[in-house]
């Protein structure tokens, strides 16, 4: 048996990764605890800490912890789970690592490439294992995408377009996995006091959406990046200093990435998810997030080509379950989890903001 913890309840997918774990045969949930970060508390609606926090207590963990620290000294865990701000992540991966206790870190690594730096220093240093947890990775049609480009369907891939947004991770109908109920409604003045809208605690929509972006290039397109030029606006939300909309165009080698990002609109009213113009026609998801997602072809002369099936293994449900299947069979973790690749979306995404607060092109710091 897998015995496993939760650190932090401000990011409100842990209600998604405790369900995930209740539900995994190979682990034990044994304890959580919240890492304290400074955020002003505000009442506990709905995807709020305080909320997230009596939802995990309530449904999957009744051992709740005040102290991760002692929760890591008393537990032993073999894994913790890590959704806390971003800006905590180094200090409680530090704390895990010099225990001997792996990771899984939730999306994206960190706030920046130096302090992803940190984070593998102590991977390194104490030799735990370190995985970080992209929802994206579970979806199947995400996988029949990447078969279809890496098959050449139609042609080489040439131009990654990916759009993606809502109204804000605590915004107007906001609504995440693992609950069924939307967001609450909330006041500016409560928002504003979030983690999500405060640059210092790592919020915003570069490190919410932009990352995704970021994955998607280098699980598509390479390693090569050479620059990045992006803009990043506040457009709607002037009780943060976060920004709320961005987009970015990353430059490789023949190839490029046009990415976007919005808290502005949501996804159910503009076209997301990514798309891949090739030498021969278009890749793209279709339906939407929401909407039965799906993946379809077209030649260049709009004839629609078949996208072939694929099985996707049972091991790349959730995290959980990627995890008890390594630790059982020995087996790698997928790729776009590890610990490396991670350090290589973190660079776009680097670069990325780097390009964001200077006006110009940035390059991608190379890490190898």
């Not at 087996?331 to 776009?336: A, G, R």
């Amino acid at each position: 048996m897998i015995k496993a913890v939760i650190i932090g309840f401000a990011h409100m997918h842990v209600n998604e990764v405790a369900l995930y774990i209740s539900e995994q045969a190979d682990f034990e949930l044994a304890a959580a605890a919240d890492a304290p970060s400074g955020v002003e508390c505000i009442p506990d609606l709905r995807y709020t800490p305080r909320w997230n926090m009596e939802n995990v207590r309530d449904n999957y963990c009744g051992n709740i912890y005040e102290d991760y620290r002692k929760m890591l000294d008393e537990v032993k865990p073999d894994i913790a789970f890590i959704l806390t701000e971003n800006c905590m992540k180094p200090e409680v991966v530090e704390e895990c690592a010099k225990r001997g206790v792996n990771v899984s870190i939730e999306k994206p690594i960190a706030v920046n490439l130096d302090e992803a730096k940190r984070i593998h220093a102590a991977v390194t240093k104490y030799g735990i294992e370190a995985v970080v947890n992209w929802p994206v990775v579970w979806r199947p049609y995400i996988h029949k995408m990447k078969a279809a480009l890496d098959a050449r369907l139609v042609g080489d891939p040439l131009k990654l377009r990916y759009i993606n947004g809502h109204t804000g991770p605590l915004g107007k109908g906001a609504k995440h996995r693992g609950v069924t109920e939307n967001a609450e409604e909330m006041s500016d003045e409560q928002r504003s006091k979030t983690w999500w809208h405060q640059n210092k605690f790592g919020g915003g929509v570069y490190l919410d959406i932009c990352c995704y972006g970021c994955l998607f290039s280098e699980w598509f397109m390479g390693s090569d990046a050479e620059s990045i030029m992006s803009l990043g606006e506040n457009l709607n939300t002037p009780f943060g200093d976060t920004d709320d909309n961005f987009a970015a165009i990353i430059k490789y080698d023949g190839r490029m990435s046009v990415i976007e990002g919005t808290w502005t609109t949501p996804r159910a009213v503009i076209p997301s998810g990514p798309m891949v113009m090739c030498s021969g026609g278009v890749i793209t998801c279709t339906g939407g997030a929401e909407n039965s997602p799906d993946v379809a072809a077209y030649d260049i002369y709009g004839n629609e080509v078949e996208v072939p099936e694929i099985e996707v293994d049972e091991k790349y449900k959730n995290m959980p379950c990627q995890w008890a299947h390594h630790v059982k069979t020995g087996e790698p973790i997928h790729e776009m989890l590890t610990l490396d690749k991670n350090m290589e979306v973190m660079a776009l995404l680097d670069a990325a903001m780097k390009s964001s607060d200077s006006g110009k092109a940035e390059p991608v710091q190379r890490l190898k």
